[in-house]
């Protein structure tokens, strides 16, 4: 069965600095992975998805994430934190065959001055 | 494009008394959409799926009779909280998926259900 777990609840960056938000999924075959993002009183918006094409994917607003196999990773990074990218973040992975997607628990992102 | 809408944004009912919350895409048709809850800080939670036309499949422990769901067109679907009791309050949230990117769900902002 997949999963994924995201490594941190909160996380808490000065504006300028880099940004990482850790997850580790769990798939007995080549899964489909993606990055969602919450926004309060908004919906999830895609950030950037992974279904076994190139293993650096760029997705919006600057984020990219890696996709490792050996580690079993799906990491967001962005070089730069801006006040706007406060909010939830979701690594989700798709169900196989399914479309069903099962979402981490979230990790939410918190930008300082 | 890939615009999902929902409406309510907010409803607030009285215990015992059914909700209707409509899904929309507004810019493709959506062969495929999909129903979640959302607890306070919490992940979302898949309720059901349902294609165009036919029954919605449920997952696990989501009562058929308490949440109908009605996906008549390839652009409307609709979730009726029915009999609705305080613990149904919650964040619901649906996406649709279709045709030109048959892999990724497009999520709509979200209907907070409140029931007293």
């Known amino acids: 069965a997949q999963s994924v777990t995201q490594l941190d609840s909160h996380v808490s960056v000065s504006e300028g600095t880099p940004v990482l938000l850790r997850c580790n999924y769990s798939?007995?075959?080549?899964?489909?992975l993606f990055w969602y993002v919450q926004h309060p009183n908004k919906g999830l918006q895609l950030l950037l998805k992974?279904?076994?094409?190139?293993?650096l994917v760029k997705g919006i607003n600057g984020f990219e994430a890696e996709f490792k196999k050996s580690e079993t990773s799906f990491h967001l990074t962005k070089p730069s934190a801006h006040m706007s990218d406060a909010a939830e973040y979701f690594c989700?992975?798709?169900?196989?065959?399914?479309?069903?997607?099962?979402f981490g628990a979230g990790t939410r992102l918190a930008v300082h001055p | 494009g890939a615009v999902v809408s929902q409406h309510p944004s907010r409803v607030i009912c009285k215990s015992g008394t059914s909700v209707k919350i409509e899904c929309r895409s507004l810019?493709?048709?959506?062969?495929?959409m999909f129903w979640y809850r959302q607890f306070p800080k919490q992940s979302l939670m898949l309720m059901a799926t349902s294609n165009e036309g036919s029954k919605a499949t449920y997952e696990q422990g989501v009562e058929k009779d308490k949440f109908l769901i009605n996906h008549a067109s390839l652009t409307l679907s609709t979730l009726t909280v029915t009999s609705a009791h305080p613990e149904d309050s919650s964040f619901y949230i649906c996406?649709?998926?279709?045709?030109?990117?048959?892999?990724?769900?497009?999520f709509g902002p979200g209907t907070r259900l409140t029931v007293l």
């Open positions: 989700v992975v798709r169900s196989g065959g399914y479309n069903k997607l099962i």
């Open positions: 798939s007995s075959y080549s899964p489909s």
């Open positions: 810019d493709f048709q959506a062969t495929t």
């Open positions: 996406s649709a998926m279709g045709a030109p990117s048959t892999d990724t769900q497009y």
């Open positions: 992974y279904t076994s094409a190139a293993t």
